[in-house]
Each structure stands twice: as C-alpha cells, then as structure tokens.
C-alpha cells in the first residue's frame, strides 16, 4: 500500500470517513455467538449528537514537545497487555475508513494515513477489531478496561517511540457519534484508539457503539538515569 506523502496534518476527508463509521462502525462480523465473550466497557455516554463539539475531554495536562512526521509500526498498552503491529489504512470506495482483513492482519491495529503520524500536532488515529466469534478476541478486545493516566506506546520508524498518557475513555452510540468531538484537529499531539462496543445485533451483525480513548502526548517524570542534555524531546521513554 502506498503512503501518503505528506507530513502535515490530517486531511479533511476524516470527518466524512468518521461519520460513515458511525454508522458502519468498525464491525466485527461473528459468524456465530457461540463463543462470544463478556468484554468489558465503560459507562455510554449519552447526549452528544453527531458532529457535536460538546462533551470533549480536556487535555489532563499540557503536551510533550511534538515529533516529526513518521510512520507507526507497533502498539503497546501494557496496563491491558496489549502489543500489536500497526498497519497503515485509508479510506474506501464509499469513504469509510478501511479496517484490517480477516487473515493475517486481523489481529493487527491500523492507522488512519488521512490523520497526523503519533507524535505529530494533531489528531492520531488508530483502530482495531474487537472479537469474533471465529477469531476469538482482537487486538483491541480490552480496550474498554483502560483507565486514565495509563500510558500507550507508538513505536514508529525513525526510532523513536510516541508516549501517550490516557486522558479519558467514552462509550458512544453508533446512532449518535459524535464525531468532531473525536475527530476535530488538535493544536497539540493528541492519538484517539477506536473500536467497536455495546450490544452485538444477531440481524445486522454489528454492534451498536464505538469504545474511543482520548489521549496526549505525555510527559514522563526524569528518572536519576536521565541524561539533562539528552537531545530527546518531553515525552520519549526512548529511542529504538
């Protein structure tokens, strides 16, 4: 797959894409309950209509230094054990964001190429499957039991790893997106993980809500070890 070229921002396709997984989401297809399991979930959040910008999180403290644009290749959340390869989607023919194919990418999380690199000012996206009932839980079958302050690692491939800390965790109606509160650009490097949630319909086969993590880039606390003239920016644990 091609990348895009660019190392600006996210591009204005993802507020269209957002609101088309709204109401697609990004849908896990059980071919059978039979082995479905209990995963857990935050509380729904319940008055933020579609597009609205009401019900963002504030930021839980002010943001590590950005980076510069790279692509990433690895997720790691350890508080939920969490540790996946990261591929690169776009958008498809409908503008719906693309998700990861049955096979050897399902259990891979994807990030949205039309949104800022992790580390970057701006909003980074990335998505992942939750469960089937063929596959068994995904890699983003936990999501909902994060907590704020835990910290998510992006490996990417200059080196250097983007460190975010969780600021809040919402549970959304599919219905009632609300999708510039999740997907509106950031001045700051902010990162949202996407994935599916609620109740799962036997007829059309999707669930009914999105869980998304809001995220920001952290800053850590300087250990002894820290070199003070290390050339490294706030908010890198280290470079690989």
Not at 80 to 89: D, E, F, R
Not at 115 to 132: C, F, K, R, Y
Request: net charge positive; glycine share 8%.
């Amino acid at each position: 797959m091609a990348l895009r070229t660019a190392t600006g921002r996210r591009d204005k396709a993802v507020p269209a894409a957002a609101a088309a997984m709204a109401a697609t989401g990004i849908a896990v297809i059980a071919f059978t309950l039979a082995f479905q399991q209990h995963t857990p979930q935050p509380p729904l959040t319940i008055g933020a209509p579609l597009g609205a910008q009401n019900g963002a999180p504030p930021l839980a403290e002010p943001s590590a230094s950005p980076l510069p644009y790279a692509v990433p290749t690895r997720i790691d959340i350890p508080a939920i054990k969490v540790s996946a390869a990261v591929i690169a989607l776009g958008l498809n023919d409908d503008g719906t964001l693309q998700v990861p194919r049955p096979g050897p990418d399902y259990d891979k999380a994807a990030w949205y190429i039309g949104s800022a690199a992790p580390g970057q000012p701006g909003t980074a996206v990335i998505e992942g499957h939750l469960d089937s009932a063929r596959n068994g839980p995904s890699v983003f079958y936990r999501l909902g039991a994060t907590h704020p302050g835990d910290l998510i690692t992006i490996t990417r491939t200059d080196r250097q790893d983007a460190i975010y800390r969780v600021d809040t965790i919402k549970r959304y109606r599919k219905t009632a997106f609300p999708t510039d509160t999740v997907f509106r650009d950031t001045d700051t490097p902010s990162l949202r993980l996407i994935t599916c949630g609620g109740h799962f319909n036997t007829r059309t086969r999707h669930y009914s809500d999105n869980i998304v993590v809001f995220a920001t880039l952290a800053i850590l606390p300087r250990t002894p070890s820290d070199t003070p003239t290390s050339p490294l920016a706030p908010g890198l644990l280290r470079a690989r």
